[in-house]
């Protein structure tokens, strides 16, 4: 059977969170059964690059990851543990990254990002990931271009269109005539698409990785 990362389609191992949730991932998480009695899960995603969206927008914006040192990042994903022995696989995979790059938004939008996102996947699978190169490049793609999932568009329409329909029936309401109100409804429907869409939003609550619970050695878990 192959490592829950690849049959989930979750390469980078992740818990099931908001997080995950938000690039497609099934609202319940896989409980996994790997002896270890400590309640581990795993998020189930739709496709590779749902699953690499999830990987990469977790490092970037993560406080435990964000604009840290590659070291000091691998050191809080895997919980302290086997530390050197991560640093090294990842190294080994990713020409002209050292311990001291600095994981920022310029990083992840380079190949080198890329690269890294791989090697993680690899290390966690515990054997080389299967999705193929144009995955990984689409999915860097769409977490720095802003493309929406299908949750986040079916909740703008939503908006949009209960928007639409209070505002309609208010002015009609106020004595305007049908097509005015309709037209008065769509504005204001619009202007409170539009807040909610460049309204600052919290950041996600970090969900704590396996790896922070269960060492993995280096060769990557497999469970």
């Known amino acids: 059977m192959e490592p829950a990362s690849i049959r989930y ?13 938000k690039w497609g991932a099934q609202k319940k998480a896989v409980t996994l059964n790997d002896g270890k009695g400590q309640g581990n899960n795993i998020a189930v995603f739709p496709t590779y690059v749902a ?6 927008d977790l490092w970037r914006t993560s406080k435990n990851y964000r604009n840290k040192r590659l070291a000091d990042a691998i050191a809080i994903w895997s919980g ?4 050197e022995s991560y640093i090294k696989f990842v190294l080994a995979r990713v020409p002209g990254m050292t311990r001291d790059t600095i994981m920022n938004d310029e990083f992840w939008r380079s190949a080198k990002g890329v690269a890294f996102l791989k090697a993680q996947a690899w290390h966690e ?15 860097q793609r769409r977490v720095f271009s802003g493309v929406p999932t299908k949750a986040t568009v079916k ?3 939503v908006s949009l269109v209960s928007g639409t329909a209070s505002g309609t029936v ?8 049908l097509p005015v109100a309709f037209a008065i409804g769509l504005a204001v429907a619009l202007a409170i698409f539009l807040v909610w869409k ?15 619970v269960a060492p993995v050695n280096v060769e990557g878990a497999s469970v």
């Open 9 to 21: 389609k979750n390469p980078g191992a992740m818990w099931g969170s908001a997080l995950a949730i």
């Open 51 to 56: 699953g690499i969206c999830a990987q990469l």
């Open 80 to 83: 302290h543990n086997n530390v």
């Open 125 to 139: 699978a515990g054997k080389r990931y299967p999705a193929p190169d144009a995955d990984w490049i689409e999915a």
């Open 155 to 157: 909740k703008a329409a």
């Open 170 to 177: 208010a002015g009609t309401q106020s004595g305007l005539s």
């Open 198 to 212: 460049f309204k600052p939003k919290k950041a996600e609550h970090d969900t704590p990785h396996p790896d922070a």
